[in-house]
């Protein structure tokens, strides 16, 4: 959900009175500002058109100064101050200076025109331009018409206001706007005040928000369509109803009952999990024309893409179910992020890792169907893929920087960081922690809290000690996956598992692989009888033994019972080949856990393609989408970097055809009415999967062309995009623009400047990135950077073109010649990401080595860029090892 790339180039900030910056003994702090600088409270007010090109504003703050200065550091990033003014503690006025005092980093210092103590009052007036980049206040438009909202996390609120920038510095705001007559205004409160302000004019009021940080500060201006939704009934946590609103641009405000239908049940799930009422004094729900992340879980108003929130009764499924799970998890925030926030930006899990835990929480109660117990294995093993690498960050990874900060949005925070908790959840038991959570919500309620605060609570609850709070921290201070290995022995007339865990290291990994973590092993095991039984213990050695009471003979083992651990498992082929024997016999969630170790197994060198199709096969017949198509990524692996003859390709896509046609054509190629959310989906990969080009199964791809065809016909002035079915539309116009050519890209990129539908432009704009033509793919690209593709969405259309070494280097030489543009389009968001952007997907020593000659005299200019090179070159030359270490001949075994 987060951000994308830094300018290079930063408009130089101004001085009060036009001075720069001038020496002083006290460098300006980067990092942490100074405590003895405390601020309590804010007054912001600012005058905001959205069809102007810049905004006015004062932020008024009552500091307490607990040793005497003449000055203190604050926060603000290309702002125009024109007035500075300081009221002491005995009233007296003085007149202040503010001085830009890091420029990249938007630390300034505000000299106080005397050395002063204890409280005082500072008055910054000021004015800024509505930012274009999606931080801090920034300008969007819909439909050609403007609006003004914001975006503060993780450091951008210093564009919008000067202050206290910090997630610990959390105190009341009072905020008011004045706005065009017109327009419509919202904010974290409740409006309680209306006045006319001048001709065509008015300023709003709202009433004084709980404690916040900035980051968590939040309004939007413009011709809104407000709408009223349900209120949020009282239940016993909270005595009074909580207003419910949908914000949405003009004429798309009908489209939000959907999701203000489903927002009751999420909040009164949350809390009745934390035995404590939503705590502000409204709740609405914003969808962003454009915006950096999916969605912002600020205080009072959380802020979403517009296609997170703008459902129809024919939306697709994928749509439908996003909107309930990215809600689930802004609202799980109310409580962990906003309620309880953390302290420093080093636990930043503990807001992302719980919101994410959380939200699977939610929807498994309200929306079972929709398996988020699966997703949280998915999420688990897909962060496992980055904590991998030798440059992954840690869980509490260290802060020395914004970029530190701008990347740690990432897997590792989210889904690791759920996965943690979820796996010591199931250690001391579900009921048990529960009880520590609402004991660390009730006691750190509107402040801030440590990673230490929660495991404290969590091992009191649950009577652990220190081998306990030790085992947890080992996850959240050390990177990298454990690797347990195990091997069943009888020794005494005892069946006794053997264990020894190190660092999961794929095939060319230059990294140590002596590590050791306190991990809570559960396994699954089989007894005499048929039966089966789960045994847990606390792995905190290198290695262990542990002891399977009545295991039958020659018993089979799964090392990850309930597929809730995180950590990777390693067993012989032969083990692995009786586990294979019973995995269909296994929960959804263990056969997940099952396909992860067959592909550490592979990625780690002790499997073959042969090994792994072999393995994969029993999953291929499970009734449940998330279990048979599980195997699709590794596969893909292998047809694409493996495979080197027509036989070998033959033989692949035979394997995918018998695995995956029957069940495709089973579903049929367009949504039945009133079938289940779960066949829509599973069509919409299934078709996807075998429709691609390499696949290219030809009942499949002459399917979606036929479908792709229909909608790139004209209707009423449009393309007919209601012609193909909704869900099936992005591939089916896929296949279109790699058939048809230029005439469907020509097409589409006419089209998308005339639809403001999300979910269509997301359809149109992932098609446009399936096209194999260079020329197409550099004029797709060029089209991607202009004003018809919003700054949100260009990364859908840039990370297409990278299926083989060929085309990644027409992407090479387009992003090169083009890379100024791209950064100065696209601000500061996950600057981390663009090396990604760049190489990702690449899979030889060449590659690898033209990203670093590129980005390393760069890493200067664009922020979290350092983290990103690292993870992209290190992804790249162990695809490249594993690819040298395979013998393609395996494939036809």
């Given at each position: 959900m987060r951000r994308f790339v830094r300018p290079?180039?930063?408009?130089?900030?101004?001085?009060?009175?036009?001075?720069?910056?001038?020496?002083?003994?006290?460098?300006?702090?980067?990092?942490?500002?100074?405590?003895?600088?405390?601020?309590?409270?804010?007054?912001?007010?600012?005058?905001?058109?959205?069809?102007?090109?810049?905004?006015?504003?004062?932020?008024?703050?009552?500091?307490?100064?607990?040793?005497?200065?003449?000055?203190?550091?604050?926060?603000?990033?290309?702002?125009?101050?024109?007035?500075?003014?300081?009221?002491?503690?005995?009233?007296?006025?003085?007149?202040?200076?503010?001085?830009?005092?890091?420029?990249?980093?938007?630390?300034?210092?505000?000299?106080?025109?005397?050395?002063?103590?204890?409280?005082?009052?500072?008055?910054?007036?000021?004015?800024?331009?509505?930012?274009?980049?999606?931080?801090?206040?920034?300008?969007?438009?819909h439909e050609g018409v403007p609006y003004a909202m914001t975006q503060m996390e993780p450091v951008s609120a210093r564009y919008a206001f000067p202050g206290f920038d910090e997630p610990s510095f959390k105190v009341p705001f009072d905020i008011s706007l004045t706005i065009p007559a017109d327009d419509q205004g919202v904010a974290n409160t409740a409006q309680v005040k209306e006045e006319k302000a001048g001709a065509g004019w008015k300023t709003l009021t709202f009433s004084t928000t709980k404690p916040l940080p900035t980051y968590l500060v939040a309004f939007a201006v413009g011709p809104w369509d407000v709408v009223k939704g349900p209120d949020i009934n009282p239940t016993e946590f909270r005595s009074t109803a909580t207003p419910l609103r949908g914000i949405a641009a003009k004429g798309e405000g009908h489209r939000m009952q959907h999701v203000l239908g489903e927002t009751n049940s999420i909040i009164h799930t949350l809390e009745d999990y934390y035995g404590f009422g939503y705590p502000y004094d409204k709740l609405d729900l914003l969808a962003a024309p454009d915006f950096s992340a999916g969605a912002m879980e600020n205080a009072g108003l959380v802020t979403f893409r517009d296609w997170l929130l703008l459902i129809d009764p024919d939306s697709a499924a994928q749509y439908v179910r996003g909107s309930f799970n990215v809600n689930a998890h802004e609202l799980a925030h109310q409580w962990t992020g906003d309620t309880v926030t953390m302290a420093w930006w080093d636990d930043l899990w503990l807001n992302e890792a719980f919101?994410?835990?959380?939200?699977?929480?939610?929807?498994?109660?309200?929306?079972?169907?929709?398996?988020?117990?699966?997703?949280?294995?998915?999420?688990?093993?897909?962060?496992?893929?980055?904590?991998?690498?030798?440059?992954?960050?840690?869980?509490?990874?260290?802060?020395?920087?914004?970029?530190?900060?701008?990347?740690?949005?990432?897997?590792?925070?989210?889904?690791?960081?759920?996965?943690?908790?979820?796996?010591?959840?199931?250690y001391v038991t579900d009921p048990v922690f529960q009880k520590g959570m609402r004991a660390y919500i009730q006691k750190h309620k509107f402040a801030n809290a440590t990673a230490d605060d929660l495991i404290d609570s969590i091992a009191e609850a649950a009577g652990q000690g220190d081998a306990f709070k030790k085992a947890f921290r080992s996850f959240l201070d050390q990177s990298g996956v454990p690797y347990v290995s195990t091997e069943v022995k009888t020794e005494g007339g005892k069946t006794v598992l053997h264990l020894a865990q190190s660092r999961y290291l794929p095939l060319g990994s230059t990294g140590d692989a002596s590590r050791v973590w306190g991990v809570p092993m559960c396994v699954r095991y089989g007894t005499t009888g048929g039966a089966n039984k789960v045994k847990c213990e606390l792995l905190d050695k290198a290695t262990g033994t542990m002891v399977l009471d009545d295991a039958a003979k020659n018993t089979w083992v799964l090392p990850n019972a309930d597929g809730r651990g995180y950590y990777r498992f390693a067993q012989s082929k032969a083990d692995l080949a009786a586990l294979s024997k019973v995995v269909g016999t296994l929960s959804d969630a263990e056969q997940l856990a099952y396909a992860d170790a067959v592909r550490a197994g592979f990625q780690h060198g002790d499997l073959d393609a042969g090994d792994v199709l072999a393995a994969f096969k029993p999953l291929t017949s499970s009734k449940t989408r998330e279990v048979f198509t599980a195997p699709l990524m590794t596969f893909n692996w292998i047809l694409n970097n493996e495979a080197t003859t027509d036989a070998q390709r033959t033989r692949l896509r035979k394997w995918a055809t018998d695995a995956y046609l029957p069940k495709l054509k089973e579903l049929g190629y367009k949504k039945k009415a009133g079938e289940p959310d779960n066949d829509t989906i599973t069509r919409t990969a299934l078709a996807g999967f075998l429709a691609d080009d390499d696949i290219a199964q030809p009942e499949v791809r002459a399917e979606m062309l036929k479908q792709g065809d229909a909608a790139l016909k004209m209707k009423d002035g449009h393309l007919d995009l209601e012609a193909a079915d909704s869900d099936l539309l992005a591939d089916a116009l896929g296949v279109a623009v790699q058939e048809r050519g230029a005439s469907a890209v020509d097409a589409l990129i006419a089209e998308i400047p005339k639809t403001s539908d999300p979910a269509k432009r997301n359809a149109m704009l992932s098609a446009l990135a399936s096209t194999k033509d260079p020329a197409l793919a550099n004029k797709v690209r060029d089209f991607a950077l202009g004003k018809d593709v919003k700054v949100g969405e260009m990364a859908m259309v840039l990370r297409g073109g990278r299926d083989s070494e060929a085309t990644r280097a027409d992407l090479w030489k387009w992003f090169v010649a083009n890379y100024d543009k791209i950064v100065a389009r696209t601000g500061s968001f996950a600057g981390g990401q663009l090396p990604g952007l760049a190489g990702g997907g690449g899979c030889s020593k060449a590659e690898a080595d033209r990203l670093g000659e590129f980005f390393k005299p760069r890493l200067g200019q664009v922020s979290g860029a350092e983290r990103g090179l690292a993870q992209t070159s290190e992804q790249i030359l162990l695809c490249s090892a594993q690819k040298a270490k395979q013998d393609p001949k395996a494939i036809l075994r």
């Open positions: 290079l180039v930063l408009t130089a900030l101004a001085a009060c009175c036009g001075a720069a910056f001038a020496a002083t003994t006290d460098a300006p702090p980067l990092g942490h500002l100074p405590t003895w600088a405390q601020p309590e409270s804010y007054k912001l007010t600012f005058k905001v058109d959205p069809k102007q090109e810049t905004y006015a504003g004062s932020s008024t703050i009552k500091i307490k100064l607990s040793q005497p200065s003449d000055f203190v550091w604050l926060h603000g990033k290309e702002l125009k101050v024109s007035k500075v003014t300081v009221t002491d503690a005995a009233g007296k006025k003085h007149v202040g200076k503010y001085t830009v005092a890091a420029e990249k980093e938007g630390v300034v210092r505000v000299d106080l025109g005397a050395k002063l103590e204890g409280e005082i009052t500072l008055a910054i007036e000021f004015t800024a331009p509505l930012n274009k980049q999606l931080q801090g206040l920034y300008k969007v438009s919101a994410t835990w959380m939200q699977q929480k939610v929807t498994t109660k309200v929306h079972p169907e929709y398996r988020a117990d699966l997703d949280r294995v998915r999420g688990a093993q897909g962060a496992m893929n980055n904590d991998s690498l030798v440059s992954a960050r840690k869980i509490r990874q260290p802060i020395t920087g914004n970029g530190d900060i701008e990347t740690a949005f990432d897997g590792i925070t989210y889904q690791k960081g759920a996965a943690v908790l979820g796996m010591f959840e199931g």
